[in-house]
């Protein structure tokens, strides 16, 4: 029997950082910021738009590669599509941006798609309504919630999905309370959640207190009871899998705060983690990767940034096998295996083409999973296992 076996454990790492539980590292590379966009794409997080040092709207963006904290510049967006408070996401392969505001007092209801193999912005059908900035957003299955945000008329309530299997927009029942703008929204297990920011009660300078959860089948919000951030807005956010992380924002004072909270899915165990390192900050974008808690661009003070930071979670942070799982092919059966290198309940292994295509899903329930893959077309294709994300290539070359 032919058997051969990958191993993913590579580069040489300097063990020694991962002592420094918050780290800078390369400054962003397109000037300091704030309010940027964030998506990610196949274990490569792209950050772009905000308002920079001058005041002006930005449409330039930037890669960022967490195997060697290098950022890369991508294409920007199209010219007069400069933008801050936009909302931002990746799906299938392909990164988006929809909504925002110009800088100076426009709001957009644009929507734009990112194709990192062809480095190109492309249009999207637009949102068939006013423009608007700072929304809440998430996905659940194929279809991507947009919610509040404000414009020239205030702080709105309405919501919005586009289906990605239709290519349309659908204008859903309106949120159960007055409007929400720079709160947070996340799903998880078909559910969505929303809380932070401020409403329309008080001439737009309300509070949302409480944490929404969002059934899709019936369109219904009711109050959860599960977690709460407070009354607070501006705050950064990442997820990876049942772990959901909260940094800073601005409290009803108006004190930056540099609170770092990770909340867990499953069970919503909210543990408070090491304080940030340096100065209070927000407009902050974050994203999570190989056991680390990114945090970058914002404005501290009136001082707009462009430092990069991290935080490890983990005490494994990027140690030992960098990337938790290992690779072996068994050429005889056309067979994939992977074996996990720690436990990762409830994340699930995804094999995605070039174009995030989802080729096959399988939840880690046990230490080793297999594939078959006798009908899989020859080519390169990416792995990914609870947000690590390695290529591989099948006939292997090896």
Known sequence: MRFLFLSLAFLSLDFHLVAQIWQQISDYPGGARDDAAHFSIN???YVGTGRGTDFSCKGDFYAFEPMSSNWTAIAALPMWQERQYTSAFGYGGNGFVVGGENCLGNYFNTFLKYSPTTNIWTSMPDLPAAGRAGCEHFIIGSDLYLIGGRNNSGTLNEVWCFHFDTNTWEQLNNLPFNGCWRGLAVAYNNFGYLFGGRTADLNQTGWNAQTWSYEPSTDTWTTFSG????????????????????????????????????INLNNLQIDTLTPFAASPRKG?????????????????GNERLQETWRYAYLSNAAVESIIPFELGINFDKKQLLVTLQQPMIEAHVHILDLQGRQMFSQKCSQETLSFDLTELPTGIYFIEVGGYTKRFQWPSSI
């Open 43 to 45: 274990g490569i997080h």
């Open 227 to 262: 977690f709460e951030v407070g009354e607070m807005m501006y705050q950064s956010m990442a997820q990876t899998d049942s772990l959901l992380f909260i940094f800073g924002g601005v409290d009803t004072n108006d004190q930056t705060q540099v609170d770092l909270v990770q």
């Open 284 to 300: 902050c974008v974050a994203f999570t990767s190989l056991g680390y808690f990114y945090l970058t661009t914002g404005i501290s």
